[in-house]
């Protein structure tokens, strides 16, 4: 991950309170997630999408810890964007973690505003 999401842990590995460490990873995540959900939208190749899914963090977890997408979530994606090859290779790659349920925290990006 290019940036660490633990509170305290900033880039510059200066003393930052928990709410602002929080708070930037939050936004991180977001740009992130918005990121993946126009390169889905935008038809780019599957293994671009597939290299952001695996490296990004895109939610919070269960646990509080900034996630990557799973294969179910991604699937979501290319089903709505109506991305024939990602949602092909999910399914093939992944047969059973592509078709289970999303994790509680995940929601579909929207267009900002």
Same mark, same amino acid.
Do not use: I
């Given at each position: 991950?290019?940036? $660490?999401?633990?509170?305290? &842990?900033?880039? $510059?590995?200066?003393?930052?309170?928990?709410?602002?460490?929080?708070?930037?990873?939050? /936004?991180?995540?977001? /740009?992130?997630? !918005? =990121? !993946?959900?126009?390169? +889905?939208? $935008? @038809?780019?190749? +599957?293994?671009?999408?597939?290299?952001?899914? =695996?490296?990004? #963090?895109? %939610?919070? *977890?269960?646990?509080?810890? #900034? #996630?990557?997408?799973?294969?179910?979530? #991604? @699937?979501?994606?290319? @089903? +709505? %964007? *109506? %991305?024939?090859?990602?949602? %092909?290779?999910?399914?093939?790659? !992944?047969?059973?973690?592509?078709?289970?349920?999303?994790?509680? &925290?995940?929601?579909?990006? =929207?267009?900002? &505003?």
């Amino acid at each position: 991950m290019p940036w $660490d999401a633990r509170p305290g &842990g900033g880039a $510059d590995g200066g003393p930052e309170g928990a709410g602002a460490a929080r708070s930037r990873a939050q /936004k991180q995540c977001r /740009k992130s997630s !918005f =990121a !993946f959900y126009q390169a +889905v939208r $935008d @038809l780019l190749p +599957v293994w671009l999408l597939e290299d952001m899914r =695996a490296s990004e #963090a895109f %939610h919070w *977890d269960e646990r509080g810890r #900034a #996630a990557a997408y799973s294969p179910s979530e #991604a @699937l979501l994606y290319a @089903l +709505v %964007h *109506d %991305h024939q090859a990602y949602a %092909h290779y999910l399914l093939a790659t !992944f047969p059973r973690r592509a078709l289970a349920p999303p994790s509680a &925290g995940f929601r579909c990006c =929207a267009a900002p &505003g």
